[in-house]
């Protein structure tokens, strides 16, 4: 035999189930009228604009005029993934390129400026300090590296007076993409040390308490301590820096003006950029971008997947 329960309510009268269920409705109308303006912004910003390119990217268009849009199938993508295109080489092969090189300089540099600076004093002003480029524009950051990279810069004199010649970092197509990849890897230390520093203080101080009456060494308590309890911190800093620089593109245009010297620092963020605004071929910028998207996904999924197996490995 089975008995209705009621609950009595802040009047102190007893609430009757259907009244309950009508007090839910009312709160989550509620809720969802305060919520309304983020669901609108995410809507018409967000899930419309991806839908129009999925659109977009199965059709030829030149922008503008919608009547003129054209149903075109995979042909698209059939000229973006050619390999007699450009798009997969060098393009897409500069983009990956790009992507891990600064990810890797940054992870690194990263992890080695939070941990100084956690066991620095006046650690506020080097966190700082460190954060400034993520406040700069990108066009100050890149003219004034730019500058730097001239051959009668910073960086030149500094190689000639060690008896090294010239170098032409954004002239020379063998070395102008690792020069803008180590500036854009420079550019978002700033932000991934404030999120290492936040892991870094999270981490009880009694484990390092326990590796020094052990005896164990610097290298060891970072090794086998500070590394492990930083994974998850370590894990957000490759994915955004990851997503980061597949895709960048606003560097390039300042340093390099037009992804060259010979398509040598152009990436799929940029050529996107000319095939829309520059060439009208929205459908091409936009099957481009679908397969960006692709990738970026990809390897998202793949850090989690790796995260996750060693995760359950360690544990």
């Known amino acids: 035999m089975t008995t209705a329960v009621s609950r009595v309510g802040d009047d102190g009268m007893v609430a009757s189930p259907a009244r309950r269920v009508g007090k839910l409705h009312r709160e989550g109308l509620a809720a969802y009228l ?3 303006p983020a669901l609108l912004f995410f809507c018409v910003f967000l899930i419309l604009p991806f839908i129009f390119a999925i659109v977009l990217a ?5 922008g503008f005029d919608l009547s003129t849009l054209k149903w075109a199938g995979f042909s698209n993508f059939g000229d973006v993934l050619s390999f007699d295109g450009t798009f997969v080489k060098p393009i897409l092969v500069n983009t990956l390129l790009f992507a891990f090189g600064s990810v890797f300089l940054a992870t690194f540099g990263s992890v080695l400026v939070a941990y100084c600076i956690d066991r620095l004093s006046f650690q506020g002003f080097w966190r700082v300090l460190y954060f400034l480029p993520v406040v700069a524009t990108v066009v100050a950051i890149g003219n004034v590296w730019k500058m730097m990279y001239q051959p009668a810069g910073l960086i030149n004199a500094v190689l000639n007076k060690l008896g090294v010649n010239s170098v032409g970092f954004l002239s020379d197509s063998s070395y102008a993409l690792p020069a803008v990849t180590v500036v854009h890897a420079w550019a978002s230390i700033g932000g991934a040390v404030l999120i290492l520093t936040a892991g870094l203080k999270a981490i009880p101080e009694m484990y390092y308490e326990a590796a020094e009456v052990d005896g164990a060494n610097s290298w060891h308590t970072f090794w086998s301590i500070t590394l492990p309890l930083l994974r998850p911190a370590v894990l957000f800093v490759l ?5 980061g620089g597949l895709q960048s593109f606003a ?4 340093m390099t003006g037009d992804g060259g010297p010979v398509n040598a620092t152009n990436v799929a963020a940029f050529e996107m950029y000319q095939r829309a605004f520059k060439f009208g071929a929205w459908g091409t910028a936009s099957a481009m971008a679908m397969v960006l998207f692709v990738i970026i996904l990809a390897i998202t999924l793949l850090q989690l997947w790796i995260a996750r197996r060693r995760g359950e490995e360690t544990s």
């Not at 994915?239 to 997503?243: A, E, L, N, Y």
């Not at 560097?251 to 300042?254: N, Q, R, S």
């Open 239 to 243: 994915i955004t820096q990851f997503i």
């Open 34 to 36: 305060f919520l309304s």
């Open 251 to 254: 560097l390039i245009i300042v």
């Open 58 to 62: 199965f059709s030829d268009w030149g």
